[in-house]
């Protein structure tokens, strides 16, 4: 599907999945889903017209989206067992990827409607060469008050100093395993020391905000919790439990791996009766810290969710479409807009119009149609294109 300036709603912002594609299919004479649900009769409505000035970007739930995350590549230095199968993925054209240039005006857009923090992701962000002068120009941007990145940390060591001085609040590291063989079984590479020194350097530096994002596997890395909490102790780092989702091609969410928040909260609270429960963000559904410990523990239920009422992101893919929702495959694409001469309302219109649809819950977006095959012509495998 061309990525032309062609939306009934938005002049640029093409509709690009699920409800445009099955809109004779999915409503109220659908036999096969039976009358539309009060989100699907609304969603057929387009968000009220821009005004920009003081304006926010909305849902027809109420949810206000302040917070813009931007996968920066779909390309990766590692192979996740449960995010990237070894030969890759079907990886975004260069020349379809999102410039420099472009990433900072969507930002600029985003936070004249409100939105104040941009996490930047993938893929694996510090792959690509422009990350500082994305970061800069990103803390740069008025309103924008934090800048956060995810990154699976490898190459920290070489970037950790240069980030902090570009201005970056918060680092995410994703490590799943504190053990050198079950890392490389688990990312297909070598690495942890590099990841584990990267962590070293960004305490060294004093980063705002620290955290390490351990998915939870049964039978891979369940027996690591201790060794996680650990790191709390004398670090003011927060180590999150997640749960695993089922967004690789290869699907090991189904082959047993998953693990429940609500059993990892079992385990660690009989490991660690005495810990208390502290305020986390809104995705760290319960956190806790241990006696004596300067980080904290974070659990959170990103499959068995419950938190989507509280949801405040937007989500930019590598190629440049708006994802409202992790679950939901619809997008709506950017990048006609950024290359064809649309202008800041035309990318605040696209963005207000792409959240406006947002379903009520990622149960509710699951439940959409499949437009898999209908996404740019390519079916998204794994996490890195979504930007995680
Ligand atoms: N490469 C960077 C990293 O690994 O931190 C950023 C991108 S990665 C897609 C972002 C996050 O998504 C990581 O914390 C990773 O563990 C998580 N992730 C990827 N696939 C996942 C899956 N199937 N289930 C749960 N989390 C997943
Ligand atoms: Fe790469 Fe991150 Fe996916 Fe691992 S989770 S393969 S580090 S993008």
Known sequence: MSESCSSSSSPCGQRVGAAVESAGGHGADSPLCGPPTLAERIDR???????????????????????????????CNLRCVYCMPEGGVD??????????????????????LGVSKVRYTGGEPLVRSDILELVEG???????????????????????????RAGLHGVNISLDTLDPERFSKCTRRIGLEQVLAGLEEVLALRFPSVKVNVVAMRGFNDDEMGAFVELTREAPITVRFIELMPFDASQI??????????????????????????????????????????????????????????????????????????????????????????????????????????????RAAQQQPSSSQETNGRVRESMAQIGG
């Not at 909305?58 to 206000?64: L, M």
């Not at 260069?94 to 004249?112: F, G, N, P, Q, Y």
């Open 91 to 112: 990886f975004a054209r260069h020349d379809t990827l999102l410039r420099t240039a472009e990433i900072l005006r969507v930002i600029r857009v985003a936070s004249k």
């Open 45 to 75: 409505v387009a968000a009220p017209p821009l005004e920009m000035a003081g304006d926010t970007i909305q849902d027809q739930f109420g949810r206000v989206f302040d917070y813009l995350r931007i996968a920066v590549t779909d390309r």
């Open 138 to 164: 990103a803390v740069r941007t008025a309103g924008i008050r934090t800048v956060h990145l995810t990154t699976n940390g490898v190459l920290l060591p070489a970037h950790a100093e240069s980030l902090r």
């Open 253 to 362: 969410w189904r082959t047993g791996r998953f693990l429940s928040m609500e059993r990892m909260l079992a385990r660690f609270t009989q490991l660690h009766p005495q810990s208390e429960v502290v305020n986390g963000s809104s995705t760290e559904h319960m956190s806790f810290r241990l006696p004596g410990c300067a980080g904290s523990v974070a659990f959170i239920p990103s499959y068995t969710r419950d938190f989507c009422n509280d949801c405040t992101r937007i989500r930019l893919t590598a190629d440049g479409r708006i994802r409202n929702c992790l679950y939901s495959e619809e997008e709506f694409g950017l990048l006609g807009c950024l290359r064809q001469d649309g202008t800041d309302e035309d990318i605040a219109q696209t963005l207000k119009d792409a959240m406006w649809a947002k379903p009520e819950d990622g």
